[in-house]
């Protein structure tokens, strides 16, 4: 399976504090995706990094990309309650374009 | 913004019921999916539709789900005769093919199926 997996599984931190969340995945892939789901809700798509790029920002979001380790991680600076939520990561199905997700990394930011 | 739409939100349903469960894509998207999540657990992929046919399905995925286009703007997933393993959040998703295709997918708000 090309599914990525996160890592924590489940983060807790402080209002202010940076947050980061690790993804692995198995196979050569074309693009990764981060998303992020807010208890009983929908996911949102937050950045794509494509497999030629290294690192990618979007406001306070950091995303890097390590293909020789097949990794990738999301930074969130500066936290802020709102941004409690789960956090995926998605890798294309079978070298297909369609996201497959692993189990997500739950983060509480405690004001 | 545009955005997907799921209806019902919450379906409560017996064990051997039929259940439909709708969706209506963004209007100039062309690929639809439909993911689930059992509470607590991942998003799971079941089933990619395109050009009125599925492209892809995993192996949740079995005779008893069945998805249809019926109209141009609907999206609709059949589960025939529902199990109490089927109790899960269901995700619709649709996705615009860009000339990068990067494969953002836009999602619903979930319908949450309840097998009694």
């Known amino acids: 399976s090309q599914q990525g997996e996160e890592d924590p599984q489940a983060l807790s931190i402080q209002e202010g504090e940076n947050a980061t969340m690790n993804c692995s995945y198995k196979t050569s892939i074309n693009n990764l995706q981060w998303y992020r789901q807010n208890s009983g809700r929908g996911l949102v798509h937050l950045i794509l990094i494509r497999s030629n790029e290294r690192e990618k920002h979007s406001g306070r979001l950091r995303v890097t990309l390590d293909t020789s380790k097949k990794s990738s991680s999301l930074l969130i600076t500066a936290s802020r309650a709102a941004d409690t939520a789960s956090y995926f990561c998605a890798t294309p199905l079978r070298g297909s374009y369609i996201p497959t997700f692993g189990r997500g990394t739950s983060l509480i930011v405690h004001p | 913004e545009p955005e997907v739409t799921q209806t019902p939100s919450h379906q409560v349903t017996q064990m051997g019921q039929e259940v439909i469960l709708r969706c209506v894509p963004i209007?100039?998207?062309?690929?639809f999916y439909w993911y689930r999540q059992i509470l607590g657990q991942k998003v799971e992929f079941l089933v990619s539709?395109?050009?009125?046919?599925?492209?892809?399905k995993s192996e949740i995925f079995d005779d008893q789900f069945s998805v249809e286009r019926p109209d141009g703007s609907n999206f609709t997933l059949k589960i025939r005769s529902t199990k109490l393993e089927d109790s899960a959040m269901y995700f619709c998703?649709?996705?615009?093919?860009?000339?990068?295709?990067?494969?953002?997918?836009?999602f619903g708000e979930g319908s949450r199926l309840t097998v009694l």
């Open positions: 209007s100039n998207h062309l690929y």
């Open positions: 998703a649709s996705g615009r093919l860009a000339e990068s295709n990067t494969g953002e997918l836009f």
């Open positions: 539709f395109y050009n009125n046919e599925i492209s892809e």
